[in-house]
């Protein structure tokens, strides 16, 4: 697996052996096809990456230019592995890296990110499919840490069905990879 953009293209991340199959990163292709969407407007975003598996998704937004990145992972492997990446690329600074059982700790995260005062402009939510987990991430998301006109996005299989709206989040699209469905929400703050 590689980075497919920005100033890490093409370097290699370290990944999981075969038999640990429940850490499934997102494939480089769908990778490459979401941050063509995102585009290259990724200059001091802060980013949230939740069931951050091997930390692929926000490596990537990192080598595109986002400013921080907090990845969220209660594997342990996962958690070493997100690590011996940000290291090998030089970018534990613009990092860190928490174990947190999801969505149950999201009130662990909203308290680390309060007193740090960090509001994240872009959400990635990439639980493993068929536990519900998508969902109810989204619809427990504490919208304080979010700026305003935050970008979630949830990936899921593709026959999981996802509302136009959950609390203060709007489906903008969704877009269809095979089995794998990306959806993007837009976070409206309802206070003006």
Known sequence: MQITGGKFKGQRLITPPLKYLEIRPLRSRIRKALFDILGNHLENFEILDLFAGTGALGIE????????????????????????????LGLEEKAKVIRANLPQDLT??????????????????????????ALKTLEKLPISLLEK?????????????FPEKIANFYLDESRFYGETALHFYIFKDSNP
């Open 149 to 161: 006109e935050a970008i979630i996005v949830v990936e899921e299989k593709r026959e999981v069905v």
């Open 108 to 133: 662990k995260i909203l308290r680390l990110c309060l007193s740090s005062s960090r509001r994240f402009k872009l959400v990635f939510i990439t639980p493993p499919y068929g536990k519900g987990l």
């Open 61 to 88: 937004a990192l080598s595109r230019g986002a400013e921080y990145v907090l990845f969220v992972d209660l594997n342990p492997l996962s958690l070493e592995i997100i690590r011996k990446n940000l290291k090998k």
